[in-house]
C-alpha cells in the first residue's frame, strides 16, 4: 500500500511541482509532506566528510513527539478528572478522557496550523525546504501551556515565536531561544490574567455557567506553596493524603502535560533510549534544583523556602521542562562540560526565581530563557579552558 502511495506521488503529483511545473513555487509545501510520509530520495553532496545513520532529522523530530504522548494523554484525562472534582460531579474514566480530549486537541491543532502555516510561508518565499523544527515546538506550545488558554491566543503566542524566535535568526538550527518557551513567555507577558490564577487550570474553569462545588479551588500547588507551609488542597478543596505521590503521579492542577513527573519520566527513558536527549543535562539539572531546595530548607525565612527540596522536583512545570526543553539541542549548551553546567545552573535559576518571585513562582521559563543565552558563553569558556590546558601539557611534555 505505501509503495502504491509513494509511486502515484513520484509519477503524478510530484511533476506538477518539479521545474516549469504549474505549483513549482509550492514545492518546499510538498517537499514536507513527501519527507514527512517517506524516507527521503535525495543526499548531500559528495564533497566532505558525512555521518552515516539510518534515521533523518524528521524521523528524530517524531521521536520526541512520541516522547511526549504518554504526557498529553495524561493531561486530558487529568483536565477532565480535575473539572469533575472541582464540580463535585460523578464520572467514569472515559468520561474525564473524552472531556480533556475536546479541550487539548483544538489546542494542538491550532498551534501546529499557525506554526506550520508560517514555516510553509517563509519556506515558499527563501525557496528552501520546510524545517522540521516545528514538529517538536507543535506539540510542546500546547502542552506547556494552560487548558483554558483561547485558541486565538495560541496561535498569536505560535506565530510570534516563529516568527521572531527563530525565522528571524535565519530558520531552524539558527535560533538562541527555545521556540516553545518564546511562545510562552510571550503569553505570560501580554495575556497575563490567562497565564496565571485559579480558574485557568481546570477545564471550564473561565465559563461563568460552569457550577463548582463549595470550597472547590483550581490553585496549582506552587500557587499554594506561597501561602502556605504545609498541608495543600485539591481542587474539591480536599487536603491531600500524599501530596508528594498525587504531584509525582499528577493528580494535581497544572498545564496541559507538565502535571505527571511519571509521564513525563516515560518520555525521558524514550529519548535517553534512543540517543536524543542529554543525560547531562537531566541529570545536572535534577541536581541544581535539589541543592537549591535544600539550601532554602536550611534558610526557612518564608512558607515557600520551607517545601521540601524533593517537592521542587514534581510541582509545576520543572520535570517538563529539563526534559523536553533544556535538553533542546539547538538551544542548549553543546559541550560535554558545558552541559553540566548549563542544566546545574537552570536547576538553580529555576527554584531560586520560583522562592523570590511569589508573583510568578513557576521559575523553570525563565531560567531556560537565561541559559539559552548563555549556552554559547558557556561553551566558549569550556573551549577555552580546554586549549590552554592542552597547551600546558605540550609544554610541559617539550620541556621534559
Excluded at 518539479?18 to 530520495?41: H, I, N, Q, R
Excluded at 545513520?53 to 523530530?61: A, E
Excluded at 505521590?245 to 529519548?271: H, K, Q, Y
Aim: aromatic share 12%.
Amino acid at each position: 500500500m505505501s509503495n502504491a502511495i509513494h509511486k502515484f506521488l513520484e509519477n503524478t503529483v510530484k511533476p506538477n511541482f518539479d521545474e516549469g511545473g504549474k505549483l513549482a513555487k509550492y514545492l518546499p509545501a510538498y517537499d514536507a509532506l513527501e519527507t514527512f510520509l517517506f524516507v527521503p530520495g535525495h543526499t548531500t553532496n559528495g564533497k566532505g566528510s558525512h555521518i552515516r545513520d539510518g534515521i533523518d532529522m524528521k524521523r528524530t523530530m517524531i521521536m520526541v513527539v512520541l516522547a511526549m504522548v504518554p504526557a498529553l494523554l495524561f493531561g486530558m484525562w487529568n483536565t477532565g478528572y480535575q473539572h469533575f472534582l472541582a464540580t463535585g460531579e460523578a464520572y467514569t474514566f472515559m468520561d474525564a478522557f473524552f472531556y480533556g480530549a475536546l479541550k487539548i486537541l483544538p489546542l494542538v491543532v491550532v498551534s501546529y496550523a499557525a506554526g506550520l502555516g508560517v514555516e510553509f510561508v517563509f519556506a515558499i518565499i527563501n525557496k528552501h525546504q520546510v524545517a522540521e523544527g516545528f514538529l517538536v515546538s507543535g506539540m510542546l506550545i500546547p502542552l506547556c501551556l494552560p487548558v483554558e488558554i483561547p485558541l486565538w491566543m495560541v496561535a498569536a503566542a505560535t506565530i510570534f515565536a516563529v516568527i521572531i524566535g527563530k525565522e528571524v535568526f535565519g530558520g531552524t538550527g539558527m535560533n538562541i531561544l527555545n521556540v516553545a518557551l518564546t511562545a510562552r513567555a510571550f503569553l505570560f507577558f501580554a495575556y497575563p490574567t490567562w497565564m496565571s490564577g485559579d480558574k485557568v487550570w481546570i477545564g471550564g474553569g473561565m465559563d461563568e455557567s460552569v457550577a463548582y462545588a463549595d470550597g472547590s479551588t483550581g490553585a496549582t500547588l506552587l500557587a499554594q506553596a506561597t501561602e502556605r507551609s504545609s498541608g495543600f488542597v485539591d481542587a474539591a478543596g480536599v487536603a491531600y493524603t500524599d501530596t508528594f505521590m498525587s504531584s509525582f503521579l499528577g493528580l494535581i492542577p497544572g498545564s496541559v502535560g507538565e502535571t505527571s513527573t511519571l509521564a513525563i519520566m516515560i518520555g525521558a527513558a524514550i529519548l535517553l533510549i534512543t540517543g536524543i536527549g542529554s543525560w547531562k543535562i537531566m541529570f545536572s539539572g535534577v541536581l541544581g534544583a535539589y541543592v537549591m531546595g535544600l539550601l532554602f530548607n536550611l534558610w526557612g525565612a518564608n512558607p515557600f523556602m520551607e517545601v521540601p527540596a524533593h517537592m521542587h522536583l514534581v510541582i509545576g512545570g520543572f520535570a517538563f521542562g529539563i526534559v523536553f526543553m533544556a535538553t533542546d539541542p539547538v538551544s542548549a549548551a553543546q559541550t560535554s562540560t558545558g552541559k553540566y553546567i548549563y542544566g546545574f545552573l537552570i536547576g538553580i535559576l529555576g527554584i531560586m526565581i520560583r522562592v523570590f518571585n511569589p508573583a510568578y513562582p513557576e521559575g523553570i521559563m525563565l531560567a531556560i530563557l537565561f541559559m539559552n543565552v548563555m549556552a554559547p558563553l558557556i561553551d566558549h569558556y569550556v573551549l577555552e579552558s580546554n586549549i590552554k590546558r592542552r597547551q600546558k601539557r605540550t609544554t610541559m611534555a617539550v620541556a621534559a
